[in-house]
């Protein structure tokens, strides 16, 4: 596959890129957003990914926190909804068809990964998302979801099904195989992020 930069702007689809970072970290026991990488925070890298890929990166989380990043923040409109919430308002605050949604803690996450799910909106059809299947199953932490799944968006809150397996799987995804987990593997805990610091 081309590199990101090797798409014209006719060739990529036109797509809002969001980064959840408005989770508590309470297992984690201090903001993995702001956990550094080559001396870069977390969500700023998953940020670059996303918007070398999609083209945009707005994060979602506490401006107060992550405004200095040099994205745009926005604040989860509903808190204590995990990435439910995240995917709330990012569909909310988006006036592109197509968004794609990413959680700040998958180190993992390459500019080639995201564009691979990008590159196959014109294959979606009346799919509602676009979401990645590796070995685990189907990764909805990285994915693309459309504006016209807000409504079911909103319906899963109202009824508390708040797993975003749930959601993904109830719109019907266009599901792309053949990716690794460990793309998608989060840090959550102090073990797991220093397996993760003892890998690179």
Same mark, same amino acid.
């Given at each position: /596959?081309?590199? #990101?930069? +090797?798409?014209?702007?006719?060739?990529?689809?036109?797509?809002? &890129?969001?980064?959840?970072?408005?989770? =508590?970290?309470?297992? /984690?026991?201090? *903001?993995?957003? @702001? %956990?550094?990488? *080559? &001396? =870069?925070? %977390?969500?700023?890298?998953?940020?670059?990914?996303? +918007? +070398?890929a999609a083209g945009s990166a707005v994060i979602i989380g506490d401006p107060g926190r992550y405004g200095s990043l040099g994205?745009?923040?926005?604040?989860?409109?509903?808190? &204590? @909804?995990?990435?439910l919430g995240g995917l709330l308002t990012a569909l909310e605050n988006t006036r592109a068809a197509?968004?794609?949604?990413?959680?700040?803690? /998958?180190? &993992? @996450?390459?500019?080639?990964v995201v564009l691979r799910l990008v590159l196959a909106i014109p294959t979606a059809g009346q799919a509602q998302c676009i979401v990645p299947v590796s070995e685990q199953g189907i990764e909805p932490l990285c994915a693309l979801y459309h504006r016209d799944c807000?409504? #079911?968006?909103?319906?899963?809150?109202?009824?508390?099904?708040?797993?975003?397996?749930?959601?993904? #799987? #109830?719109?019907?995804? @266009? =599901?792309?195989?053949?990716?690794?987990?460990?793309?998608?593997d989060n840090v959550n805990r102090p073990a797991e992020w220093s397996t993760y610091k003892g890998s690179t």
């Open positions: /596959m081309r590199g #990101a930069s +090797e798409y014209s702007d006719a060739e990529r689809p036109r797509v809002t &890129g969001f980064v959840l970072a408005g989770g =508590q970290s309470t297992r /984690m026991g201090r *903001d993995k957003a @702001l %956990l550094e990488i *080559d &001396g =870069q925070p %977390l969500v700023a890298r998953i940020a670059l990914v996303v +918007e +070398e994205f745009r923040v926005i604040p989860d409109r509903i808190g &204590g @909804l995990g990435p197509w968004n794609l949604v990413a959680a700040c803690d /998958m180190p &993992g @996450l390459t500019v080639s807000l409504a #079911a968006v909103r319906r899963a809150i109202t009824g508390k099904h708040l797993k975003m397996k749930d959601l993904a #799987a #109830a719109l019907t995804p @266009l =599901q792309i195989a053949g990716f690794e987990a460990s793309v998608f």
